[in-house]
């Protein structure tokens, strides 16, 4: 049923799947995830925990996702079946569909919050037309506005998917990220210097070593780091299988991580000051140590402190939600990619009604998430990012780790094995990571 490999799309080169990768990577996680969850987590101590956790866990659970893709050369369902050999050939089959079912996951939300940065983006191209009604309305959050813009966002995702790995995805994917890096770079520097920034970088970069053993803490850096890597629903795992076999993938994998990681630091060194120096003019930004309005407040501390630079604010806030908009589209694709991928390869849909079928299914989730958003909002994003991303993550190392030692499906690391470095990683997958990954949960839940 499967097509043959020679007629699947693939990157064009390896400098393809760097800028697709780290277009999965960079997105919403960066800039909106990680700040918020940094500042409702002691500052200092998040971004500590986050570091650990994204060096000893998240590029090790990277590393196997973009290798079993690779390896297997097929969408995630038919490549962790394959991967899982033929007497677990079930299991594996089970965990490509509940990846599968956090790709969907995820899109219900983020849809919905890139809706939000497209609004913003429109919001300030209408100030500066002097159309301010529309203006006020198009940056206050409301259901009619989710109702709009969550749609919109859906059908732009949709546009460039429909075309393919090479013309949609690695055309699209990264172009315009140094762009972001620089206005980013520019931001810190600018919000660095109002008066209240300081008390921010203080609490950021300052780790209070009292809040990092806490079990909350842990778990919110570690699924936020699994978040931020696109890992656990086989985002990344269809990358590496549209790359072509034989790359020296712990390469690849360290700096697309060590990106997403410089560009969240960054967002953080931001948005932190940003919130102290909004504090510091009046506003009102903590209640009882948690931001206010359930990571929303930051639509308005940015927009404020856009405002704050005059007129040429508006030409900044435009650009910088407009490319906070493409850097959500191109997360968005690598998460459609997984469904769609599914169904043209092993259920023989062709790649057009694939991508609108699984549109239409996120556009259904998310009006179900708009609708009971008080409920289901918060709830879909912790069940993803700190239940289903961190187990699939201990699936991908068991996977790796026992299959690597056995060598059958997996065949070039059993090829490898020789080499005593590689050797050691093995054996940093298969008994560290796991081991790792169960203490954090047993912590949890006790
Ligand atoms: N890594 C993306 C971000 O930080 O915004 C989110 C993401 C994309 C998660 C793709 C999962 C995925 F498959």
């Known amino acids: 049923m499967s097509s043959p490999t020679t007629t699947r799309d693939s990157f064009h080169s390896r400098l393809g799947f760097i800028l697709a990768a780290a277009g999965s990577a960079i997105g919403l996680g960066n800039i909106w995830g990680f700040p918020t969850q940094a500042a409702n987590n002691g500052g200092g101590a998040f971004l500590f925990v986050y570091l650990i956790v994204t060096i000893l866990l998240a590029v090790p ?11 297997a050369q097929k969408n995630p369902v038919s490549a962790l079946m394959q991967a899982c050999g033929h007497r677990f050939k079930k299991t594996g089959r089970n965990a490509g569909i509940i990846g599968l079912v956090g790709a969907m996951m995820m899109l219900s939300f983020y849809t919905i919050v890139a809706g939000w940065m497209l609004a ?28 709009i813009f969550t749609p919109i966002f859906i059908v732009l995702g949709a546009f460039i998917i429909h075309q393919g790995v090479h013309a949609g995805i690695e055309r699209w994917s990264g172009r315009l990220m140094p762009v972001l890096l620089l206005m980013l770079i520019g931001l810190v520097i600018y919000i660095l210097q109002q008066d209240g920034a300081q008390e921010g970088v203080a609490l950021y970069l300052i780790p209070d070593f009292n809040q990092v053993l806490e079990p909350k803490l842990i778990i919110s850096a570690m699924g936020q780091a699994f978040f931020s890597l696109s890992i656990g629903v086989g985002g990344m795992m269809v990358y590496g299988s549209y790359m072509k076999k034989g790359q020296d993938i712990g390469k690849l994998v360290l700096s697309i991580a060590a990106l997403d990681t410089f560009i969240a630091f960054l967002a953080g060194l931001l948005i932190i000051p940003a919130l102290f120096v909004a504090q510091h003019a009046g506003q009102e930004v903590f209640s009882e140590g948690n931001l206010i309005g359930e990571g929303q407040l930051i639509f308005q501390i940015l927009p404020s402190l856009f405002a704050s630079m005059g007129s040429v604010g508006l030409i900044v806030s435009f650009s910088f939600f407009t490319l906070l908009s493409i850097a959500a589209l191109t997360s968005t694709i690598s998460s459609t990619e997984v469904p769609v991928s599914y169904l043209v390869e092993d259920r023989n849909i062709n790649r057009k009604h694939a991508t609108w079928l699984v549109s239409a299914m996120v556009l259904i989730a998310s009006m179900i998430l708009i609708a009971f958003f008080d409920l289901l909002f918060g709830l879909v994003i912790q069940l993803l990012t700190t239940i289903l991303q961190p187990l699939m993550s201990l699936f991908y190392f068991i996977v790796v780790g026992w299959v690597w030692q056995r060598g059958n499906q997996l065949t070039d690391i059993a090829q490898l094995q020789q080499d005593r470095k590689l050797k050691a990683f093995g054996f940093y997958l298969r008994y560290f990571c796991p081991i790792l990954l169960i203490i954090v949960f047993i912590n949890v839940a006790f």
Do not use: K, P
Request: charged content about 10%.
């Open 120 to 147: 913003h983006a429109l919001s300030a191209l209408f100030e500066l037309f002097g159309i301010i009604d529309i203006a006020n309305w198009l940056s206050t959050s409301s259901t009619l506005r989710n109702i």
């Open 61 to 71: 659970a990277l590393y196997a996702e973009v290798y079993i893709g690779n390896q």
